[in-house]
């Protein structure tokens, strides 16, 4: 996982279909190998890189509730 991103401003953003608009959502992007995730209430702030396989592996988790004990 990367603190920083180099060349964020060229990546075309993302936001869930289910999000609100009051702007506090996560912005995901991708870029070659990794998965960019930046705030979208703060988009020239830094940015969380992870690697694309990683990645997967969480939306696979998510998508089977594997967190939902966490609320």
């Known amino acids: 996982m990367l ?3 180099d060349g964020c401003d060229r990546l075309n953003w993302r936001k ?3 999000s609100i608009n009051n702007g506090a959502c996560a ?4 870029s070659t ?3 960019v ?3 979208s209430q ?4 830094l940015a969380l890189a992870y690697p694309a396989n990683s990645w997967n592996s969480f ?3 998510a998508r089977t509730g594997a967190f939902d004990n966490l609320r």
């Open 3 to 5: 603190l920083s991103y």
């Open 16 to 18: 869930a279909k289910r």
């Open 27 to 30: 912005e995901v992007a991708s």
């Open 33 to 35: 190998g990794v998965i």
């Open 37 to 39: 995730v930046r705030d």
């Open 42 to 45: 703060d988009p020239q702030g």
């Open 59 to 61: 939306i696979a988790a």
